[in-house]
């Protein structure tokens, strides 16, 4: 039998699965771009924005991306612009759990 402290954690593991995370991606053609997209959004949004790897479902890029929370999206986007960044490609990122979906956006969110 589970203690009541037992029973809390696995609920926590549990709630944690059913949560569903929503982000934007920006793909950038080579890895140089990725790194000036990350300081360029860290200097002017620090903690909105990190490099990840290429999610597996997308098949373009140069391996890493640029994700943040969809509501930080403009924000960002805006920043990669004054930048002078081009961004190749602009994606959402839906996780629950161990789920990913993974969808091209227009290109209007990019610069």
């Known amino acids: 039998m589970l203690s ?3 029973a809390n954690n696995v609920s926590d593991i549990e709630t944690a699965k059913q949560e569903i995370h929503h982000y ?3 793909l950038f053609s080579t890895s ?10 860290k200097r002017s949004l620090p903690e909105k924005a990190r490099l990840i790897p290429l999610p597996p479902e997308v098949s373009a890029g140069c391996g890493m991306v640029l994700r943040c929370d969809v ?3 403009e924000a960002v986007s805006a920043c990669l612009e004054a930048a002078n960044v081009t961004v190749d490609g602009v994606y959402s990122l839906t996780v629950q759990g161990s789920k990913r979906e993974v969808c091209k956006l ?3 969110l990019s610069n």
């Open 4 to 6: 009541n402290h037992n």
């Open 24 to 26: 934007v991606i920006f």
């Open 32 to 41: 140089h771009l990725a790194i000036k997209a990350e300081l360029a959004v």
């Open 71 to 73: 509501s930080d999206a």
């Open 106 to 108: 227009p290109q209007t």
